[in-house]
């Protein structure tokens, strides 16, 4: 097939197939490599969330899930790749991305050598129909399109890997897990179930959370508004703060706790710059003992795992009185609050974990986890309060 396009130039025909040689290399062993499963008798710290696994009966590190392709826990699972047939974790995600370099690398190079043949076409439009070479070109036109389409669709792919990572410090799933919080952080579903997990951890009620809005912007917020909105405000968020959902506190002050800052993203996923291009690289921690951002440990109000709703949901359903709060809540001063109200419509709202879709309609199931083994029963989450 390269010889279709490359047989005029010898080292262009050596190049790609060198090319193409890493890249199978690389497919190999992102299909080969273990993404690594918790130790067999892993247990938590004491006083920490407890988190079961069915399938496997073993409880299972932070940020680890069960495959329902692989039949066993992966740690640190960022999502099960069909096309290497292999899940994508701790063990194996900077050769996930190596592969998918190396993908990206060799269908840029072919497309810049068939788009050389097309212009080259263009240029010999004027000799005699006998000197084109009409398979060749056949061939051109048809393997042009469908390698821009797989270059494209890869590089979308590992730059959205790149970004979650670095930036975010996310798995796949955990990116998920992040939009589902915020389309049902204004339900009292979402909230029921924060207040019974942090009585469960810490034998006592959720404290009243505030806002991490500095005490300036604050001020700034009250100055803009009449002595009268302020009264009718206060009276407003009096009332609303009876309800099970904190009214002062934002999705945007819940703090994601394996966000390392952008330098440790990188080096406790893929390692080191060395490591980076080496096709045994790999992270520098055996992804079990996961460690948390100094930000979530000294600031966070809520002292939950990830997710903050946990694993489970209970059935609550909301009672007519705060519902009749919630629908005061989208009418402040008068105003609608559209963000607000978009939000209660959305069908998503009180959809239990394991239905939850997001935009492009992605569930879990979707990114490979086991549903049945994620929901575990409560008698099994028994925690161990610290003496
Ligand atoms: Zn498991
Ligand atoms: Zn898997």
């Known amino acids: 097939m390269a010889n279709t396009w490359c047989d005029s130039?010898?080292?262009?025909?050596?190049?790609?197939?060198?090319?193409?040689?890493?890249?199978?290399?690389?497919?190999?062993?992102?299909?080969?490599?273990?993404?690594?499963?918790?130790?067999?008798?892993?247990?938590?710290?004491?006083?920490?969330?407890?988190?079961?696994?069915?399938?496997?009966?073993?409880?299972?590190?932070?940020?680890?899930?069960?495959?329902?392709?692989?039949?066993?826990?992966?740690?640190?699972?960022?999502?099960?790749?069909?096309w290497t047939m292999n899940c994508v974790g701790h063990g194996n995600f900077p050769h996930f991305l190596r592969f998918l370099l190396w993908v990206i690398w060799t269908s840029g190079y072919i497309m810049v050598q068939l788009s050389k043949r097309v212009i080259q076409y263009y240029e010999e439009r004027n000799l005699p129909a006998y000197l084109i070479p009409r398979g060749e070109m056949l061939a051109v036109v048809f393997l042009l399109p469908i390698d821009f389409f797989m270059f494209i669709s890869i590089l979308i792919l590992f730059i959205r890997c790149l970004i979650n990572f670095m930036v975010k410090g996310m798995t796949q799933i955990e990116v998920w897990e992040s939009e589902r919080i915020e389309g049902q952080f204004h339900t009292e579903r979402f909230w029921r179930q924060i207040r019974s997990n942090y009585f469960k951890l810490h034998n006592k009620a959720l404290p009243?959370?505030?806002?991490?809005?500095?005490?300036?912007?604050?001020?700034?917020?009250?100055?803009?508004?009449s002595q009268e909105q302020q009264e009718e405000e206060e009276e407003q968020e009096e009332l609303l703060e009876q309800g099970v959902v904190p009214q002062e506190y934002?999705?945007?002050?819940?703090?994601?706790?394996?966000?390392?800052?952008?330098?440790?993203?990188?080096?406790?996923?893929?390692?080191?710059?060395?490591?980076?291009?080496?096709?045994?690289?790999?992270?520098?921690?055996?992804?079990?003992?996961?460690?948390?951002?100094?930000?979530?440990?000294?600031e966070d109000q809520l002292g939950l795992p990830w997710p903050p709703d946990s694993g489970h949901q209970e059935?609550?359903?909301?009672?007519?009185i705060n519902r009749d709060i919630e629908l005061d809540q989208i009418q402040i001063n008068?105003?609608?609050?559209?963000?607000?109200?978009?939000?209660?419509?959305?069908?998503?709202?009180?959809?239990?974990?394991?239905?939850?879709?997001?935009d492009q309609g992605e569930t879990l199931d979707d990114l490979g986890v086991d549903i049945d083994a994620e929901d575990a029963d409560h008698e099994e989450l028994l925690l161990n309060h610290p003496e």
Not at 48 to 70: F, I
Not at 268 to 287: E, H, K, M, V
């Open 315 to 320: 059935n609550t359903t909301s009672s007519t």
């Open 208 to 225: 009243k959370l505030t806002s991490w809005r500095t005490e300036n912007e604050r001020i700034r917020a009250a100055e803009e508004l």
């Open 334 to 358: 008068g105003r609608t609050n559209i963000q607000l109200l978009k939000k209660r419509l959305d069908p998503r709202s009180n959809m239990k974990r394991t239905e939850w879709m997001n």
């Open 250 to 298: 934002t999705y945007e002050d819940l703090i994601f706790p394996y966000d390392l800052g952008f330098w440790k993203n990188i080096t406790t996923s893929i390692g080191y710059p060395y490591q980076w291009i080496l096709p045994w690289g790999g992270p520098n921690n055996d992804g079990y003992h996961i460690e948390k951002s100094e930000e979530f440990i000294e």
């Open 9 to 82: 130039n010898q080292s262009e025909q050596i190049w790609f197939q060198a090319y193409l040689t890493i890249s199978w290399i690389s497919y190999f062993i992102a299909i080969r490599k273990d993404p690594g499963s918790p130790p067999i008798n892993f247990e938590p710290n004491q006083g920490e969330w407890r988190r079961w696994c069915k399938k496997c009966q073993n409880y299972k590190p932070e940020r680890s899930h069960h495959c329902k392709s692989c039949q066993k826990c992966v740690l640190k699972m960022d999502h099960h790749c069909p």
